[in-house]
């Protein structure tokens, strides 16, 4: 609670690899790590009013909601991560794509776009079917904890972020109603610090942003480290 400062715990009985809020506030959907070293793709509601239930049982990296009770997670098939779809009962499971997609960076507001890694690229597909949009054709990695993904989208969807994980920067593009991505050549853009260049393009001040409602809102990580000198007898 913002104003209060009190914490709690919401679901005491499960680590989470990574996990994803709907737009409502009111559902969770998350990877559940066990101590039998599996990771299948699980659902809650924060408010407790039903039991958490799993999804699907294949072992899973990210999970993310899209539209119409759509649930979006990366999951691996025969020692290889693919996109795939189901619904929030656990049925319809879908393979997405058939490209390996190693990290599924979010899913737009409206459910109907997946920003992904491809290969070396970073893409964003249709979530109904069709060609991808190339963002960057040699620039995809897994950010760090402290730092966000390399593309997401602001919650009322005006706002696309892209994040240099190098520089860690992040900047701020804004979007025309309609839009998912600010005009793209075909063969993409070198990296997502190329985002500083475009007509309206905000760079966050702050390092490792991760962005919010729009560019004034933002949260970053501030990292310290503490060193001491220890003495080691030696025979």
Partial sequence: NLETGQRERLLPDFRMAH?????????????????????????????????PRRLASMN????FFGAGGDVFFVGWEGGTTFLYRIKEDGSGLQKVVSDSVKVLYDVSPDGKWLAAWVGRSVVVYPAGGGAPTLICSACAMRAPPDQPALVTWSRDGKFVYLHETGLRQTYAVSLRPGQVLPPLPASGILSPAAAAAWPGAKLIPQPRAFGGANPAVYAFARVTTHRNIYRIPVP
């Fill in 19 to 51: 996990y994803s809020v709907s737009l409502d506030g009111n559902r969770v959907v998350f990877v559940r790590q066990n101590d039998a070293g599996h990771s299948p793709v699980w659902l809650a509601t924060l408010d407790g009013s039903s039991a």
């Fill in 60 to 63: 899973a990296v990210m999970s």
